[in-house]
């Protein structure tokens, strides 16, 4: 017998408050048993002004039954309990924090598996078997267990929201249908859901379509990302090997240039040895002939004197006479004029061929990109080393220092012409054209014009051809007595600032900024210049005031 109670199932045997076997089992008037103590707890604190019921198939009873031990269940228990029988397991966990738990049980409870919109309570599965098992409970809405399905209740009405008002847009119960939206535009929420779900599905269909529009647009951007990186480093390959193979042909033309030139030094050397070896005979000769002459200028001898004065007194025309009027020629300074000129021609398209790869070319704002320093050791990153070119110097001007510092002379120097030489104008450029971004700083003293022109600058014309500041090709602070003047393309700004014999230069070729600075314990702004340039810039000075005047630019370290 006991074989074939185990066979049954644990269900039958639970009490379906407490889901435990049964305890003193008792069997109410509908024919549900359960425990005495749960269905007493059950009904106790249950509301004593409505009659009792039953907790599975929700019977009434008036009166309240009389509970009486049910002996053949006790019986039946004891039996299973001999053989063995475990307490049945609940079919579901325990309710945690976050779950939804059964309003039904008592001590720990289950998880609920349904809410049901009717009775507005959660269920466990063993608490809800009645409502699939009692014709009257069938009928009820079960919905998915949620601690919010309680928010599918009218707060005025307290019935179930079935109908949906698109007038207010919002879920209302048949009685606010017939109160506050009567004459509104209704419908049940399964109208609406279906209606919405449509929309819904449209809306889904857009976004797959977009999505799928996306996707596209994602994998030719990644693809194009890989054209980039494919073409850049190709591009860096390429221009790796074409500068490789300029550089070999600049060492190459370097090395033949060095070659001509020594070798032009070994011929003139020799020329002009072969020469002085001539000078050289000649004046030992003259030196032979004088000597004699002196003899014969002491001898008594008239008839020896006039025998031998024809042949001493004769003296050859010197072939070389005219070397003591020349001046020693400029041998190679055609050759240095030559490579000072391909220099600047190469930096010249150096620097247009690299414009057309700057931010510029790509509609990138270099001005939004770069800004320009704060401070002196912001504007220290772009210092740049400048010497004076010796060739431009006007023949007054004196440069020492490594050729970093110029002063007016009261009488001209010893310096031959030369094409580039500023030939009227106290002035003179650097040797170093400015591209990109650079800042040097000079110390002046007397009257001194602080420059940046083009190397195409008049050398021999006017004024306004050749000084600084007076045409379009040249930008200069003059500084004098204390106080600053900009000049430019002849026109005049006076510029007022802090006194200092120390002025820094910023430029941005690219952004068209040029910037002079007053240099003491502070850095102030003279003044700034935004245009655009065409040319790499050199540095220069113009000294127009009186001997001793003095520019020299610094050395930054």
């Not at 009166?63 to 269940?73: D, E, G, I």
Request: glycine share 4%.
């Amino acid at each position: 017998m006991a074989q074939q109670v185990i066979q049954l199932d644990r269900e039958k045997l639970s009490c379906s408050i407490c889901l435990d076997l049964l305890k003193e089992p008792v069997t109410i008037p509908c024919g549900h048993s359960y425990c005495m103590g749960c269905i007493k707890n059950y009904w106790d604190n249950g509301d004593q002004t409505k009659t009792h019921s039953c907790p599975q198939c929700r019977q009434s009873f008036t009166p309240r039954p009389a509970l009486v031990k049910n002996t053949m269940f006790a019986d039946l228990v004891e039996e299973l309990e001999k053989v063995g029988l475990q307490p049945a397991s609940p079919c579901h966990s325990y309710a945690g924090p976050g779950d939804v738990a059964c309003d039904f049980c008592t001590g720990r409870r289950l998880k609920a598996f349904k809410s049901c919109l009717v009775c507005l309570a959660s269920y466990c599965e063993q608490h809800l078997q009645p409502h699939y098992d009692v014709a009257p409970l069938k009928k009820h809405t079960l919905v998915e267990a949620s601690s919010k399905f309680k928010e599918n209740i009218c707060s005025r009405h307290d019935e179930v929201m079935k109908i949906f008002c698109r007038t207010d847009q919002r879920c209302i119960c048949y009685l606010c249908s017939m109160d506050e939206h009567k004459d509104h535009d209704t419908v049940s929420v399964v109208a609406e859901r279906a209606e919405k779900q449509m929309e819904l599905g449209v809306s889904r269909q857009k976004i797959q379509r977009r999505l799928q529009r996306l996707k596209k647009d994602v994998n030719m951007l990644e693809e194009e990302v890989e054209a980039i990186n494919f073409s850049a480093d190709k591009a860096v390959s390429d221009c790796e090997k074409i500068f490789t193979g300029l550089i070999h042909l600049i060492e190459q033309r370097r090395f033949e240039v060095k070659q001509q030139i020594r070798s032009q030094q070994k011929t003139e050397v020799s020329r002009v040895k072969e020469r002085e070896e001539k000078l050289e005979q000649e004046i030992i000769e003259l030196r032979r002939k004088d000597s004699a002459l002196a003899k014969l200028t002491h001898t008594e001898d008239h008839l020896h004197f006039l025998k031998n004065y024809p042949s001493l007194s004769h003296l050859s025309e010197s072939t070389d006479l005219s070397i003591s009027n020349q001046k020693s020629k400029p041998y190679f300074e055609d050759v240095t004029a030559a490579v000072s000129k391909t220099r600047d021609k190469l930096q010249a398209v150096l620097s247009e061929e690299c414009e057309r790869v700057s931010p510029k070319s790509t509609g990138v704002d270099v001005l939004l990109q770069h800004q320009e320093p704060k401070t002196r050791a912001g504007f220290w990153i772009y210092a740049c080393q400048i010497n004076l070119d010796p060739v431009t110097a006007n023949t007054f001007l004196s440069l020492s220092r490594n050729n970093r510092k110029v002063t007016l002379m009261q009488e001209e120097q010893m310096f031959y012409f030369h094409p580039e030489n500023f030939f009227k104008w106290w002035q003179v450029l650097s040797a170093q054209g400015l591209t990109g971004r650079c800042y040097w700083e000079v110390k002046w003293c007397g009257k001194v014009l602080i420059a940046v022109a083009y190397k195409d600058i008049g050398r021999a014309g006017t004024r306004k051809e050749c000084g600084f500041g007076n045409n379009d090709k040249s930008w200069a602070l003059e500084c004098h007595n204390g106080s600053y003047e900009f000049r430019h393309d002849n026109k005049s700004t006076p510029i007022s600032g802090p006194w200092c014999s120390r002025v820094g230069v910023y430029l941005d070729h690219r952004a068209g900024i040029l910037s002079f600075y007053s240099i003491s314990e502070t850095m102030t702004l003279l003044h700034r210049v935004q245009t655009t340039f065409t040319q790499p810039l050199y540095p220069g000075f113009w000294l127009p005031g009186t001997a001793g005047d003095s520019a020299e630019l610094c050395l930054l370290k």
